[in-house]
């Protein structure tokens, strides 16, 4: 499970990167999100506490069937 994943600070101090409002995050918050290979949102949650939160949003994630494009 883990080579499925990437971990990304995001800087938004000095302005955002394009991809950054398509996210929707705000500074100075910390996220974890579940995207698809094309960027799009599959699960959020705002303000992780714990590794165990991550790794049920991330569980929850993989159950969800991936709508067809």
Not at 20 to 28: A, F, G, S, T, W
Not at 31 to 51: F, Q
Request: proline residues 6%; hydrophobic residues 45%; without cysteine.
């Amino acid at each position: 499970m883990a080579n499925k994943f990437i971990v990304a600070h995001l800087d938004t101090r000095n302005g955002r990167a394009a991809f950054v409002k398509r996210l929707k995050v705000e500074r100075n918050r910390t996220y974890a999100l579940v995207l698809r290979p094309d960027g799009h949102e599959i699960a959020r949650m705002e303000n992780p506490r714990t590794l165990e939160e991550i790794i049920i949003l991330l569980e929850q994630a993989l159950r969800q069937p991936v709508p067809a494009q």
